[in-house]
């Protein structure tokens, strides 16, 4: 499993930010689930393909429950590359819990419906927008087109994250309106300073962040500026940022200062040696006494 698949589920695995992503998609920023409404469903099914077995494995996936009845299973499959087969995938992992169910079902039950399966594709691309290959049929080859309206369609729901409106990225109220703010500033070439929502997961949104980007320096941030601040509540992406911007505005000035005080000395010494083999003594006792002297000998020097 790579750093990237590893980064995102971890944040999205968190109930808060599990249900604010299923909110705002689903239900246009309702909050119609809650953190307690969800447990975690099982994300591995069996199938065979000919002869052999094999297993798949969804990202992530949650029950949503009224009380103790599931009311719906919900899955959230990350993509950082657009996958053609993506409708595939998908239909198989749905298609596995609907069987859960009816394999489930005992013949004396008296209720004969079954809870609804929904996926969600989350693409976390910047430089390609996903917009075809959204379909089984667009993956199908069909040898006469009489068959056409009888071979059943699957689509799957595919969110473009870094191509979200400023109305869009406002519904959602958990960490993950940073995660968007990051992928847009990402696919726009700018620097993402960070929103001044509070932040409950900072940990995993600079993982998160780093496996986007490959960018080092959210390790840094980690060891550096969240050693100082106060894990309490109340932490903002923009302070976090911001905070590793002035420490490294700190850093470059004190590099600045020492890598001054090498060069001043670099070329005083070289002064001092030019004049002295000039038999500039005079010169060169004035220099050692006089900052003003010695300052106009460099500058002549320069």
Same mark, same amino acid.
């Given at each position: ?20 992503? *299923? ?6 920023? =309702?909050?119609?689930?809650?953190? @307690? ?6 994300? /591995? @099914? %069996?199938?065979?393909?000919? #002869?052999?077995?094999?297993?798949? $494995?969804?990202?992530? !996936? ?6 103790? %009845? ?9 993509? $950082?590359?657009?996958? +053609? /087969? ?13 069987? @859960? ?19 969600? *594709? ?8 996903? #917009? ?11 040898? /006469? ?23 869009e990225i406002a519904l959602f109220k958990s960490d993950f ?18 929103? +001044?929502?509070?932040?409950?997961? %900072? ?16 390790? =840094? ?7 100082? *601040?106060?894990?309490?509540g109340g932490i903002k992406m923009f302070d976090v940022l911001?905070? &590793? %911007? &002035? ?6 000035? @004190? ?10 000395? /670099?070329? !005083? ?18 220099? !050692? $006494? ?9 500058? =002549?020097?320069?």
């Amino acid at each position: 499993m790579s750093e990237k698949d590893i980064a995102e589920k971890s944040l999205l695995a968190y109930n808060d930010v599990f249900a604010d992503i *299923v909110n705002a998609f689903i239900f246009g920023g =309702e909050c119609k689930v809650k953190e @307690s409404d969800l447990t975690d469903a099982q994300t /591995d @099914s %069996i199938y065979k393909p000919f #002869e052999s077995i094999k297993s798949q $494995t969804r990202d992530v !996936a949650k029950f949503w429950n009224k009380g103790k %009845i599931h009311i719906g299973c919900i899955g959230l499959e990350n993509q $950082t590359k657009i996958d +053609k /087969d993506m409708a595939l995938r998908v239909m198989n992992y749905d298609a596995a819990v609907y069987r @859960s169910q009816l394999d489930g079902k005992k013949e004396d039950e008296k209720q004969d419906k079954h809870f609804p399966v929904v996926t969600l *594709v989350l693409y976390f691309g910047t430089e390609q927008k996903w #917009e075809k290959n959204k379909s089984l049929l667009e993956r199908l080859e069909i040898p /006469d087109e009489k068959m056409l309206p009888f071979v059943n369609d699957f689509k799957i729901n595919v969110f473009n994250l870094a191509w979200l409106s400023d109305e869009e990225i406002a519904l959602f109220k958990s960490d993950f309106r940073d995660v968007l703010g990051y992928l847009r500033a990402a696919r726009l070439k700018q620097t993402y300073a960070g929103s +001044k929502n509070e932040i409950a997961h %900072i940990a995993a949104i600079l993982d998160l962040f780093k496996a986007l980007s490959g960018n080092n320096k959210f390790d =840094e941030i980690k060891a550096n500026v969240l050693s100082s *601040v106060k894990a309490q509540g109340g932490i903002k992406m923009f302070d976090v940022l911001q905070a &590793n %911007i &002035n420490a490294g505005v700190s850093r470059g000035r @004190s590099e600045g200062i020492t890598l001054g005080r090498s060069e001043g000395i /670099d070329s !005083a010494a070289h002064l001092f040696a030019t004049l002295f083999a000039q038999g500039r003594d005079e010169d060169a006792k004035r220099a !050692a $006494t006089d900052k003003a002297y010695l300052q106009q000998l460099l500058s =002549e020097q320069a």
